[in-house]
């Protein structure tokens, strides 16, 4: 089921992977339980289809629980604990709640320099990332300051002109 929705998904066709998205986690409750990996991804995968369905009460609620049950089954420093952390991040900037997603990304990002090291890609997005927010924030001298942790080729910044 969760193929079905994801096969949909990639098809941009939101609408229709969001009912399967349910089902499936509804169905990794009942069989796996709540600490199962498989139930942890489906958490994460709902929570971003009710964000992209401009659902963000929804989202965030599934994101937290879903981060939430992560740490505890897999620990605070591991990439898919992490990869829950950035999606909310990229959400609370949408949002405009810069405090909450400073705190969030610094976490993630020392959890993916710790894991892969600073020019893993996952390490490279968290620090895009970071100075994204600062960006968004109106703090562009932070945002220089994260950008300059990476050799000019993998920072995002397009060029001054």
Known sequence: MNNLASFYW??????DAHPYYVKTLDLSRQIL?????????????????????????EAE????????????????????TSATES?????????????????????AFQ?????????HPRTVTAVNEIAALYDSWGRPQQAAEWRARLPKELSTKPPTR
């Open 33 to 57: 339980g709540e600490d199962h990996p498989n139930t942890l991804r489906s958490m994460h995968n709902l929570a971003s289809s009710f964000e992209y369905l401009g659902q963000s009460a």
């Open 87 to 107: 999606a909310l991040v990229r959400m609370y900037v949408k949002q405009r709640r810069f405090f909450e997603a400073e705190s969030l990304a610094k976490t």
């Open 61 to 80: 609620r599934l994101y937290l629980s879903a981060l939430e049950r992560k740490r505890h089954v897999y620990g605070k420093a591991h990439p898919l």
């Open 111 to 119: 959890s993916f320099n710790m894991t892969f090291g600073p020019t």
């Open 10 to 15: 990639m098809q941009h066709r939101y609408m």
